[in-house]
């Protein structure tokens, strides 16, 4: 069992399965059938590697910025959230996982939803979401299992349907899915950003920047340059004794430095590996589908858009993380029981997808406004559901994605007036 739930949660393990299954069904020689599976692991590790550098970098940022601003609260952050859960429920949460991944294959083969769901992390932080609305209605494992598995499965092959034409018109084809669990957001972005369809030719890419702004047209330079500001601002907002805290050896004033271009790095390696493996996986699944799954395709984690428009990546995190504060002043205002704090890397690849889909429709108008949307659903979303998980011990920390909470707000009526 612990070898089956290691498996199925490392997805450059599970993609380079799925390589060489489809490398192999195409009658490949063996010498390519282990190049396209070497490559397609390795490229899945190093966009794992990057985006673990970045999001390092972000939880720095997240500690800074609240120590600067004096904001209390709690911080959205789906791994601390998960990590509790399966403290907890580790059986249930684990069973529901692999559950799930069985149903997202049955369901892609009996239905027209024909997607397959490779972000196993994100699969992870649904499964725990699911047990513990369930077990906080007393179900059994057993009949919390089978229940939490059937919806992770349905919503897994389903829900990246509602993106798919967004989709098609970002990457020019329909071989590939989004694969992450605010589906309902970018869905939603993009329908905003045909609030400007007439400005759709205006996108974030063809913004004409002033020549000693030049150099955003690099988006890497671009990333630095923003990152920079943030992490400056931050710090000095924070002040010397905290940064230094956070530092370490490093002296305060270098350590924004570090952190900012640390995060570049990450970008910028995550790009390359996005590149390496879905050339690869793309490819081999085409086999896949044709023997097995007819006219499925892979959904993928949200970098693998990012390519497509990388400046409206920024402008959708920028809007995202300014619409999360504002939502922490209206929580505060309005005297909310809880406050969410908008955590710095969800509203970086959330935040930056919407901006991607919105400027599919509407242009950098239509990204700003598809962000800011998604980045307020971030932030109220959570504040429904925190109560439940923090009588299942679950406190200090909550699930913000957009799926989860609209799946489990609907699961959790569904037992309130049935049980």
Known sequence: MDFIISFLSTPAVLLGVVAFVGLLAQKKQLVEVFTGTFKTTIGFLIFSAGGALMTGALQNFNKLFQEGFHIVGIVASPEAAAGMAQTEYALVTSVTLILGFAMNLVFARITPFKNIFFTTGHSLFFACVLSLILKSYGLSNTAAILIGGTILGFASSALPQLCQPFMRRITGSDVQAIGHFNMFGYALSGLLGKVFSKYSDKTTEDIHFPKWLSFFRDFLMGVAVVMLVLFYISAFKAGETFTQGLAGKVHWLVFPFI?????????????????????????????ISEKFIPNSRPALDVPTVFPFAPTAV?????CSYAA???????????????????????????????????N?????????????????????????????????????????????NVVGILLEKILHFTM
Do not use: K
């Not at 710095?344 to 919105?358: D, K, P, W, Y």
């Open 324 to 358: 999360g504060l504002v939502g922490v002043t209206i929580m505060v205002a309005l005297d909310f029981p809880v406050v969410i704090i908008p955590a710095a890397h969800i509203c970086f690849f959330s935040g930056g997808t919407a901006g991607v889909f919105g």
């Open 259 to 287: 952190q900012a271009f640390t995060f570049t790095a990450g970008m910028s390696i995550l790009m390359t590996g996005v590149r390496m493996f879905l050339a690869e996986i793309t490819s081999a699944f085409v086999s």
């Open 314 to 318: 920024i402008i959708g995190f920028l």
């Open 360 to 404: 599919s429709t509407g242009g950098w108008r239509g990204a700003m406004l598809g962000s800011f949307v998604v980045g307020l659903l971030l932030a109220f979303l959570p504040t429904v559901l925190y109560p439940i998980f923090g009588n299942m011990g679950i406190e200090g920390s909550t699930f913000p994605n957009i799926d989860y």
